[in-house]
């Protein structure tokens, strides 16, 4: 019976950090737009004071994963907590976006799907072992984590470059469009100096 519950734990480990690797796999795929698209959530009247704030959050975000990755395997009840929050907030805000989308972009709502379905399974999972403890392989813990470091980080300097954008928008007195992304930037004329 032991060798039952065992070989569940290894089981539950395995399929907790292919998860986390799938879900940071995914974002770096998209170059970290799929945590962004969860600012659709975001009332309108608010966003303006907010947008400075989101890149943080996002990364903070992906803190939690990280986080529960590192509990996993010593601290089932902070392995839970950071887990079952990552995940509720990927559910959320992948669900918030798959109700709210008005534009058609087949790519990213394929993978927003296939980001709302894992979380479901991961949040699932996480609360599968809240008393409990997992294994966990070392080596597929340390990449999951270096994933979820480098989609942590993308998406922190795309949600700046976002925010940043807004906010110049915003600076220049014009109302800020749909596709505010677009200009990133103030034209400068230069001389030419090659000749």
């Known amino acids: 019976m032991s060798g039952k519950i065992s070989t569940m734990r290894n089981i539950r480990g395995y399929l907790i950090t292919a998860i986390f690797a799938l879900q940071a796999g995914l974002n770096i795929k998209l170059f970290g737009f799929i945590p962004v698209m969860f600012t659709v959530l975001i009332p309108r009247t608010i ?3 907010v947008a ?5 959050l996002l990364f903070a975000f992906f803190l939690l994963g ?4 590192h509990y996993m395997g010593s601290s089932p009840r902070r392995a839970f907590l950071c887990g079952s929050l990552y995940f509720l907030f990927a559910l ?4 918030g976006f798959l109700v709210r989308q008005d534009f058609n972009l087949p790519r990213v709502s394929l993978m927003m799907k296939i980001w709302a379905l894992s979380s479901l399974l ?8 809240r008393n409990e403890g997992v ?3 070392p080596l597929a813990v340390y990449t999951a984590i270096a994933l979820l470091i480098v989609s942590g980080v993308i998406t922190l300097m795309i949600s700046a470059w976002l925010a940043e954008d807004y906010y110049a928008h915003l600076d220049i007195g014009k109302d800020v469009p749909e596709n505010a992304t677009r200009i990133v930037g103030h034209p400068v004329m230069v001389n030419n100096t090659t000749g």
Request: proline share 4%; glycine share 8%; no cysteine.
């Open 47 to 49: 966003y303006r004071y």
């Open 52 to 56: 400075w704030l989101i890149p943080f």
């Open 66 to 69: 990280i986080a529960s990755l």
């Open 92 to 95: 959320l805000g992948s669900l």
């Open 122 to 129: 991961g949040l699932f999972l996480v609360l599968s072992i």
């Open 135 to 137: 294994f966990l392989n």
